[in-house]
Protein backbone atom coordinates (compact mmCIF):
# COMPACT_ATOMS: atom_id res chain seq x y z
CA UNK A 1 0.00 0.00 0.00
CA UNK A 2 1.42 3.17 -1.18
CA UNK A 3 -0.81 5.86 0.11
CA UNK A 4 -2.58 5.92 3.07
CA UNK A 5 -5.67 8.48 4.08
CA UNK A 6 -7.69 7.88 7.53
CA UNK A 7 -10.23 6.39 5.64
CA UNK A 8 -8.66 3.86 3.75
CA UNK A 9 -7.04 2.92 6.89
CA UNK A 10 -10.28 3.01 8.97
CA UNK A 11 -11.46 0.51 6.19
CA UNK A 12 -8.49 -2.02 6.48
CA UNK A 13 -9.44 -2.08 10.08
CA UNK A 14 -12.86 -3.12 9.73
CA UNK A 15 -11.72 -5.13 6.96
CA UNK A 16 -10.38 -8.21 9.41
CA UNK A 17 -13.19 -8.29 12.43
CA UNK A 18 -12.77 -11.12 14.93
CA UNK A 19 -13.11 -14.65 14.05
CA UNK A 20 -15.80 -16.26 16.97
CA UNK A 21 -14.26 -17.05 19.38
CA UNK A 22 -15.32 -20.40 20.16
CA UNK A 23 -13.54 -21.34 16.62
CA UNK A 24 -10.54 -19.69 18.13
CA UNK A 25 -10.20 -21.61 21.29
CA UNK A 26 -10.97 -24.91 19.51
CA UNK A 27 -7.89 -23.96 17.23
CA UNK A 28 -5.83 -22.78 20.29
CA UNK A 29 -6.78 -26.23 22.08
CA UNK A 30 -5.53 -28.27 19.12
CA UNK A 31 -2.22 -28.93 20.89
CA UNK A 32 -3.87 -30.37 23.62
CA UNK A 33 -6.32 -31.98 21.38
CA UNK A 34 -3.90 -34.10 20.14
CA UNK A 35 -3.09 -34.75 23.12
CA UNK A 36 -5.76 -36.82 23.96
CA UNK A 37 -6.04 -38.44 20.58
CA UNK A 38 -2.90 -39.91 20.74
CA UNK A 39 -3.86 -41.17 24.05
CA UNK A 40 -7.27 -42.49 22.75
CA UNK A 41 -5.87 -44.01 19.92
CA UNK A 42 -3.65 -46.26 21.86
CA UNK A 43 -6.20 -47.50 23.60
CA UNK A 44 -8.35 -48.53 21.17
CA UNK A 45 -5.63 -50.31 20.09
CA UNK A 46 -5.23 -52.33 23.06
CA UNK A 47 -8.74 -52.34 23.81
CA UNK A 48 -11.40 -53.57 21.61
CA UNK A 49 -14.32 -52.95 23.49
CA UNK A 50 -13.48 -49.46 23.71
CA UNK A 51 -12.75 -49.22 19.77
CA UNK A 52 -15.90 -50.91 19.03
CA UNK A 53 -17.99 -48.35 21.69
CA UNK A 54 -15.95 -45.84 19.38
CA UNK A 55 -17.16 -46.63 16.24
CA UNK A 56 -20.66 -46.80 17.78
CA UNK A 57 -20.90 -43.87 19.25
CA UNK A 58 -17.92 -41.41 19.13
CA UNK A 59 -19.26 -38.54 20.87
CA UNK A 60 -20.94 -39.96 23.42
CA UNK A 61 -17.98 -42.65 24.37
CA UNK A 62 -15.75 -39.98 24.34
CA UNK A 63 -17.92 -37.65 26.67
CA UNK A 64 -18.40 -40.94 28.95
CA UNK A 65 -14.64 -41.32 29.04
CA UNK A 66 -13.92 -37.72 30.33
CA UNK A 67 -12.86 -36.53 27.32
CA UNK A 68 -14.18 -33.09 25.86
CA UNK A 69 -15.66 -34.03 22.17
CA UNK A 70 -14.26 -30.67 20.31
CA UNK A 71 -14.46 -30.48 16.70
CA UNK A 72 -11.27 -31.10 15.79
CA UNK A 73 -11.01 -34.11 17.98
CA UNK A 74 -14.11 -36.11 16.90
CA UNK A 75 -13.27 -35.30 13.18
CA UNK A 76 -9.48 -36.46 13.02
CA UNK A 77 -10.87 -39.84 15.20
CA UNK A 78 -13.17 -40.25 12.53
CA UNK A 79 -10.61 -39.89 9.87
CA UNK A 80 -8.24 -42.01 11.76
CA UNK A 81 -10.98 -44.96 12.16
CA UNK A 82 -11.84 -44.49 8.73
CA UNK A 83 -8.34 -45.03 8.07
CA UNK A 84 -7.56 -48.65 9.63
CA UNK B 1 0.93 -12.78 25.22
CA UNK B 2 1.84 -9.46 23.53
CA UNK B 3 1.16 -9.28 19.84
CA UNK B 4 4.64 -8.02 19.43
CA UNK B 5 6.83 -11.52 19.38
CA UNK B 6 6.79 -11.71 15.65
CA UNK B 7 5.50 -14.18 13.53
CA UNK B 8 8.48 -15.81 12.95
CA UNK B 9 9.78 -16.10 16.24
CA UNK B 10 6.20 -17.70 17.27
CA UNK B 11 6.74 -20.12 14.30
CA UNK B 12 9.84 -21.49 16.14
CA UNK B 13 8.63 -21.55 19.33
CA UNK B 14 5.58 -23.99 18.73
CA UNK B 15 7.91 -26.10 16.52
CA UNK B 16 9.21 -26.66 20.37
CA UNK B 17 5.75 -27.48 21.77
CA UNK B 18 5.10 -23.71 23.37
CA UNK B 19 1.26 -23.81 23.61
CA UNK B 20 1.87 -20.32 24.41
CA UNK B 21 3.03 -19.42 21.33
CA UNK B 22 0.64 -21.69 19.59
CA UNK B 23 -1.81 -19.66 21.23
CA UNK B 24 -0.75 -16.07 20.39
CA UNK B 25 -0.37 -17.51 16.52
CA UNK B 26 -3.67 -18.70 16.14
CA UNK B 27 -4.57 -15.46 17.39
CA UNK B 28 -2.49 -13.55 15.51
CA UNK B 29 -3.60 -15.31 11.67
CA UNK B 30 -7.57 -16.09 13.49
CA UNK B 31 -8.97 -12.92 11.46
CA UNK B 32 -7.17 -13.22 7.92
CA UNK B 33 -8.18 -16.71 8.06
CA UNK B 34 -11.61 -16.32 8.71
CA UNK B 35 -11.45 -13.40 6.30
CA UNK B 36 -10.22 -15.63 3.79
CA UNK B 37 -12.92 -17.81 4.26
CA UNK B 38 -16.17 -15.78 4.31
CA UNK B 39 -15.27 -12.76 2.35
CA UNK B 40 -13.07 -14.01 -0.26
CA UNK B 41 -14.30 -17.53 -1.01
CA UNK B 42 -18.09 -16.11 0.33
CA UNK B 43 -18.37 -18.97 2.31
CA UNK B 44 -20.74 -19.56 4.80
CA UNK B 45 -20.63 -19.88 8.83
CA UNK B 46 -20.84 -23.64 8.79
CA UNK B 47 -17.79 -24.37 6.14
CA UNK B 48 -16.17 -21.55 7.23
CA UNK B 49 -15.69 -22.97 10.82
CA UNK B 50 -14.72 -26.47 8.94
CA UNK B 51 -12.29 -24.24 6.60
CA UNK B 52 -11.10 -22.52 9.53
CA UNK B 53 -10.34 -25.50 11.87
CA UNK B 54 -9.07 -27.74 8.85
CA UNK B 55 -6.82 -24.98 8.44
CA UNK B 56 -4.74 -24.48 11.75
CA UNK B 57 -5.18 -28.62 11.83
CA UNK B 58 -2.85 -28.31 8.67
CA UNK B 59 -0.60 -25.57 9.67
CA UNK B 60 -0.12 -27.39 12.98
CA UNK B 61 0.76 -30.68 11.91
CA UNK B 62 3.13 -29.29 8.79
CA UNK B 63 4.90 -26.59 10.32
CA UNK B 64 7.81 -28.38 10.48
CA UNK B 65 7.51 -28.39 6.23
CA UNK B 66 7.49 -24.57 6.52
CA UNK B 67 11.26 -23.92 4.20
CA UNK B 68 10.99 -19.77 5.85
CA UNK B 69 9.90 -18.73 9.46
CA UNK B 70 9.09 -15.21 7.75
CA UNK B 71 7.15 -17.06 5.12
CA UNK B 72 4.22 -18.19 7.73
CA UNK B 73 1.62 -15.29 6.17
CA UNK B 74 1.91 -16.21 2.75
CA UNK B 75 2.04 -20.26 3.63
CA UNK B 76 -0.94 -19.73 5.92
CA UNK B 77 -2.84 -17.48 3.04
CA UNK B 78 -2.04 -20.08 0.43
CA UNK B 79 -3.56 -23.40 2.74
CA UNK B 80 -6.62 -21.37 3.77
CA UNK B 81 -6.99 -20.45 -0.21
CA UNK B 82 -6.33 -24.67 -1.20
CA UNK B 83 -9.10 -25.86 1.71
CA UNK B 84 -11.63 -23.26 0.77
CA UNK B 85 -11.40 -24.54 -2.63
CA UNK B 86 -11.28 -27.79 -1.60
CA UNK B 87 -14.85 -27.33 0.80
CA UNK B 88 -16.39 -25.67 -2.42
CA UNK B 89 -15.30 -28.48 -4.71
CA UNK B 90 -16.60 -30.89 -2.89
CA UNK B 91 -20.06 -28.99 -1.63
CA UNK B 92 -20.41 -28.78 -5.71
CA UNK B 93 -20.14 -32.16 -5.74
CA UNK B 94 -22.93 -33.16 -3.87
CA UNK B 95 -24.60 -30.31 -5.11
CA UNK B 96 -23.66 -29.12 -8.63
CA UNK B 97 -24.75 -25.53 -9.24
CA UNK B 98 -23.51 -22.97 -11.45
CA UNK B 99 -23.28 -20.85 -8.02
CA UNK B 100 -20.62 -23.21 -6.31
CA UNK B 101 -18.73 -23.23 -9.44
CA UNK B 102 -18.15 -19.95 -9.41
CA UNK B 103 -17.23 -19.58 -5.81
CA UNK B 104 -14.34 -21.22 -6.27
CA UNK B 105 -12.52 -18.90 -8.17
CA UNK B 106 -12.00 -15.97 -4.89
CA UNK B 107 -12.49 -12.48 -5.58
CA UNK B 108 -8.71 -11.65 -5.65
CA UNK B 109 -9.00 -7.95 -5.15
CA UNK B 110 -10.70 -8.83 -1.61
CA UNK B 111 -7.49 -11.08 -1.30
CA UNK B 112 -5.46 -8.22 -1.57
CA UNK B 113 -7.29 -6.11 0.16
CA UNK B 114 -6.59 -8.74 3.27
CA UNK B 115 -2.99 -8.55 2.95
CA UNK B 116 -3.30 -4.98 3.26
CA UNK B 117 -5.44 -5.59 6.12
CA UNK B 118 -3.33 -7.32 8.14
CA UNK B 119 -0.76 -5.17 7.81
CA UNK B 120 -2.48 -2.42 9.19
CA UNK B 121 -3.48 -4.58 12.21
CA UNK B 122 0.05 -5.89 12.61
CA UNK B 123 1.02 -1.81 12.58
CA UNK B 124 -1.79 -1.30 15.22
CA UNK B 125 0.85 -3.26 17.60
CA UNK B 126 3.18 -0.02 18.07
CA UNK B 127 0.08 2.08 19.16
CA UNK B 128 -0.73 2.44 22.69
CA UNK B 129 -3.21 -0.24 24.16
CA UNK B 130 -5.83 2.14 24.63
CA UNK B 131 -5.88 3.48 21.03
CA UNK B 132 -5.12 -0.36 19.80
CA UNK B 133 -8.28 -1.02 21.42
CA UNK B 134 -10.83 1.50 20.44
CA UNK B 135 -9.72 1.56 17.06
CA UNK B 136 -10.27 -2.30 17.01
CA UNK B 137 -13.88 -1.81 18.79
CA UNK B 138 -15.35 0.59 16.33
CA UNK B 139 -13.83 0.00 13.37
CA UNK B 140 -13.35 -3.96 13.19
CA UNK B 141 -16.28 -5.22 15.90
CA UNK B 142 -18.68 -2.81 14.69
CA UNK B 143 -19.12 -1.18 18.90
CA UNK B 144 -21.24 2.25 19.01
CA UNK B 145 -20.06 5.03 20.91
CA UNK B 146 -21.71 4.31 23.65
CA UNK B 147 -20.64 0.54 24.58
CA UNK B 148 -17.32 1.86 23.85
CA UNK B 149 -17.71 4.03 26.55
CA UNK B 150 -18.85 1.76 28.97
CA UNK B 151 -16.25 -0.99 28.24
CA UNK B 152 -13.20 1.63 28.58
CA UNK B 153 -14.98 3.71 31.15
CA UNK B 154 -14.30 6.86 29.00
CA UNK B 155 -17.10 9.27 28.17
CA UNK B 156 -19.21 8.72 24.89
CA UNK B 157 -18.30 12.20 23.87
CA UNK B 158 -14.60 12.08 23.45
CA UNK B 159 -14.75 8.75 21.61
CA UNK B 160 -15.17 10.50 18.55
CA UNK B 161 -12.03 12.82 19.13
CA UNK B 162 -10.06 9.81 20.47
CA UNK B 163 -10.50 7.80 17.63
CA UNK B 164 -9.45 10.60 15.34
CA UNK B 165 -6.41 10.94 16.68
CA UNK B 166 -5.43 7.36 16.97
CA UNK B 167 -5.98 6.91 13.51
CA UNK B 168 -3.91 9.68 12.73
CA UNK B 169 -1.19 8.02 14.96
CA UNK B 170 -1.95 4.77 13.20
CA UNK B 171 -1.16 6.50 9.54
CA UNK B 172 1.83 7.49 11.14
CA UNK B 173 3.28 4.20 11.96
CA UNK B 174 1.87 2.72 8.64
CA UNK B 175 4.46 5.93 6.81
CA UNK B 176 6.96 4.80 9.43
CA UNK B 177 6.91 1.36 8.18
CA UNK B 178 6.52 1.95 4.17
CA UNK B 179 9.97 4.86 4.63
CA UNK B 180 11.65 1.68 6.49
CA UNK B 181 10.45 -0.70 3.92
CA UNK B 182 11.87 1.79 1.34
CA UNK B 183 15.11 1.66 2.64
CA UNK B 184 15.33 -1.90 3.35
CA UNK B 185 14.13 -2.81 0.06
CA UNK B 186 11.40 -5.23 1.32
CA UNK B 187 8.23 -4.72 3.04
CA UNK B 188 8.17 -4.66 7.15
CA UNK B 189 6.47 -6.75 9.30
CA UNK B 190 5.31 -6.66 12.88
Keep these: MSAYDEDRVSELIAALPPAPEAWVRAAQELPLARAGLDEIVA ?40 DS | MAQTVPAAQLVARCRQGDQEAWNALVERFSRYVYAIATQGFRLRDHDAEDVFQEVFAKVYERLDS ?8 PWIAQLTRRVCVDRIRAGSREEPTEESELAADPDEDILTRLDEALDVHDAMVGLPENCREILDRFFARDESYRTIGEALELPAGTIASRISRC ?21 VNA
Excluded: C, M
Design chain 1, 43 to 82: RAEADAEFRAALIADLEATLAQEGFEPERPLVEELRRRFA
Design chain 2, 167 to 187: LVKLKDQLEGRNQLAAQSGGQ
Design chain 2, 66 to 73: LRSDEAIQ
